[in-house]
């Protein structure tokens, strides 16, 4: 019986979910992750999970109700404001008409809860922690499209039928398949924490309400998001040049002087509000530069390596799409691997092979289709919301959705 050999490079949310929805059917595999364990890094802020994305894929992986557990519906309030601070459209505090049970839109989750719940779903044996790929080759001297992987710590691990690239942004799997390397998009972000935000920032805390509050104007983005653990996060964004952050000469080491810098030299005309937001921050600053692919990147497909996730469709997160598209990958991938399952009593080792590197041509047409309008969506997001008039369009847009939504109700 031909049992394929499968790695997945990345313990993100694309890689994690894949490798629950192959286990989950009784499909081995290994994910080899460069953390050295689940505590090792800061996972980032809060995550949508789309009903008929990012869900879809729990629900298939038998997940759904955990979600639900660890779900913060409430995270879909949703406030806008004018850079001179003049509210737009506000249901960031109406918690009311949330129903207490799923199945929610679009209803937020800490990404270290994301994780940790993946990570709980699959066997210990299944992650290989501290594993950083190096590099990955053809298997030397084999005719079956297998690949082996070199590992930073200078270990080999080999053969294997089928390598997932999950990696992210810079995947080392990529360069297989196309020569399309990420980009710089023109916005960096400073990110900015408050913890306890109740007791130590209770402003803070009432101004941004339960979800999302949101400022656009012309070069610049203000972007808050209610975590679970009472925190917020919060980023200043600004379109500058890739060396902003080294150029501009704030010095980023010296948090309170940074944060006053940032809103004298590039919010001084923005609302009291919109600065306070900034000036309130806890002193842990981190710059995000954020990186895109071409819109609509495709390769030839070439057995017994993929992509999935943002290794293959690298976006900005303007329209808040890449983690659900990412999972959606996942759950496609798995359905078109465990496809060609029947067959691997009957057939021989080469026959399956094919019909892995088939169900390989076939996902990736599909998720090529899939990834596209996402992208576009992306790139029209970092436009629109960088632009005069971004939070103005931005919160027109909400009312339009929301009364379609209640008179289709
Ligand atoms: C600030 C910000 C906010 C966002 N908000 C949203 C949102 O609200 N909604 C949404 O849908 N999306 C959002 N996104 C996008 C979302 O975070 C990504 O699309 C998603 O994380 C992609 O998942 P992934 O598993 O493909 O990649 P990643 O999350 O990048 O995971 C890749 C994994 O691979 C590992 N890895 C990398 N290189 C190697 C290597 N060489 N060897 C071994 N392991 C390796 C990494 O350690 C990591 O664990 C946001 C992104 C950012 C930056």
């Given at each position: 019986?031909?049992?394929?050999?499968?790695?997945?490079?990345?313990?993100?949310?694309?890689?994690?979910?894949?490798?629950?929805?192959?286990?989950?059917?009784n499909?081995?595999?290994?994910?080899?992750?460069l953390?050295?364990?689940?505590?090792?890094?800061?996972?980032?802020?809060?995550?949508?999970?789309?009903?008929?994305?990012?869900?879809?894929?729990?629900?298939?992986?038998?997940?759904?109700?955990?979600?639900?557990?660890?779900?913060?519906?409430?995270?879909?309030?949703?406030?806008?404001?004018?850079?001179?601070?003049?509210?737009?459209?506000?249901?960031?505090h109406?918690?009311?008409?949330?129903?207490?049970?799923?199945?929610?839109?679009?209803?937020?989750?800490?990404?270290?809860?994301?994780r940790?719940?993946?990570?709980?779903?699959?066997?210990?044996?299944t992650?290989?922690?501290?594993?950083?790929?190096?590099?990955?080759?053809?298997?030397?001297?084999?005719?079956?499209?297998?690949?082996?992987?070199?590992?930073?710590?200078?270990?080999?691990?080999?053969?294997?039928?089928?390598?997932?690239?999950?990696?992210?942004?810079?995947?080392?799997i990529?360069p297989?398949?196309?020569?399309?390397?990420?980009?710089?998009?023109?916005?960096?972000?400073?990110?900015?924490?408050?913890?306890?935000?109740?007791?130590?920032?209770?402003?803070?805390?009432?101004?941004?309400?339960?979800?999302?509050?949101?400022?656009?104007?012309?070069?610049?983005?203000?972007?808050?998001?209610?975590?679970?653990?009472?925190?917020?996060?919060?980023?200043?964004?600004?379109?500058?040049?890739?060396?902003?952050?080294?150029?501009?000469?704030?010095?980023?080491?010296?948090?309170?002087?940074?944060?006053?810098?940032?809103?004298?030299?590039?919010f001084?005309?923005?609302?009291?509000?919109?600065?306070?937001?900034?000036?309130?921050?806890?002193?842990?600053?981190?710059?995000?530069?954020?990186?895109?692919?071409?819109?609509?990147?495709?390769?030839?497909?070439?057995?017994?390596?993929?992509?999935?996730?943002?290794?293959?469709?690298?976006?900005?997160?303007?329209?808040?799409?890449?983690?659900?598209?990412?999972m959606?990958?996942?759950?496609?991938?798995?359905?078109?691997?465990?496809?060609?399952?029947?067959?691997f009593?009957?057939?021989?080792?080469?026959?399956?092979?094919?019909?892995?590197?088939?169900?390989?041509?076939?996902?990736?047409?599909?998720?090529?289709?899939?990834?596209?309008?996402?992208?576009?969506?992306?790139?029209?997001?970092?436009?629109?919301?960088?632009?005069?008039?971004?939070?103005?369009?931005?919160?027109?847009?909400?009312?339009?959705?929301?009364?379609?939504?209640?008179s289709?109700?």
């Open positions: 019986m031909f049992v394929p050999k499968i790695a997945i490079i990345g313990a993100g949310p694309a890689g994690l979910t894949l490798a629950r929805l192959l286990e989950y059917n499909m081995a595999c290994t994910i080899f992750e953390d050295a364990d689940r505590n090792n890094r800061d996972q980032g802020g809060t995550l949508d999970l789309h009903i008929k994305t990012g869900q879809l894929a729990l629900r298939e992986a038998g997940l759904i109700e955990e979600f639900n557990k660890l779900a913060r519906p409430e995270g879909e309030g949703m406030k806008v404001v004018k850079f001179d601070g003049t509210v737009l459209y506000d249901d960031g109406n918690t009311t008409n949330v129903l207490s049970e799923g199945p929610w839109e679009r209803p937020e989750i800490d990404r270290v809860l994301l940790n719940m993946l990570l709980d779903s699959v066997k210990p044996e992650i290989s922690w501290n594993k950083k790929l190096f590099r990955i080759e053809p298997s030397s001297g084999d005719s079956k499209h297998r690949f082996d992987l070199h590992f930073a710590d200078g270990t080999v691990e080999k053969e294997f039928d089928l390598v997932v690239g999950a990696d992210g942004a810079w995947s080392k990529r297989l398949l196309t020569n399309e390397w990420p980009f710089y998009s023109g916005v960096t972000a400073v990110e900015l924490w408050a913890l306890d935000v109740q007791e130590r920032h209770p402003w803070l805390s009432e101004y941004v309400g339960s979800g999302s509050c949101f400022m656009f104007d012309e070069g610049r983005a203000l972007l808050c998001q209610r975590n679970g653990n009472n925190s917020i996060r919060a980023y200043a964004a600004v379109r500058q040049p890739e060396s902003w952050s080294k150029d501009c000469g704030i010095d980023w080491s010296k948090p309170a002087t940074a944060r006053k810098a940032l809103v004298d030299q590039y001084a005309d923005c609302g009291e509000d919109v600065k306070r937001v900034i000036q309130d921050a806890n002193d842990d600053l981190k710059l995000r530069l954020a990186y895109m692919l071409p819109v609509g990147v495709e390769w030839q497909s070439r057995p017994g390596v993929t992509l999935i996730g943002d290794a293959a469709h690298l976006m900005t997160p303007f329209a808040g799409v890449g983690v659900n598209i990412a959606a990958d996942a759950l496609d991938l798995a359905q078109h691997i465990l496809s060609c399952r029947d067959g009593n009957s057939k021989s080792d080469e026959n399956l092979q094919d019909a892995l590197a088939e169900a390989i041509k076939k996902f990736e047409a599909s998720m090529f289709a899939r990834a596209k309008p996402n992208a576009l969506k992306s790139t029209n997001g970092l436009r629109g919301h960088f632009s005069a008039g971004g939070a103005e369009e931005f919160a027109e847009r909400i009312h339009r959705l929301k009364n379609t939504t209640n289709s109700k």
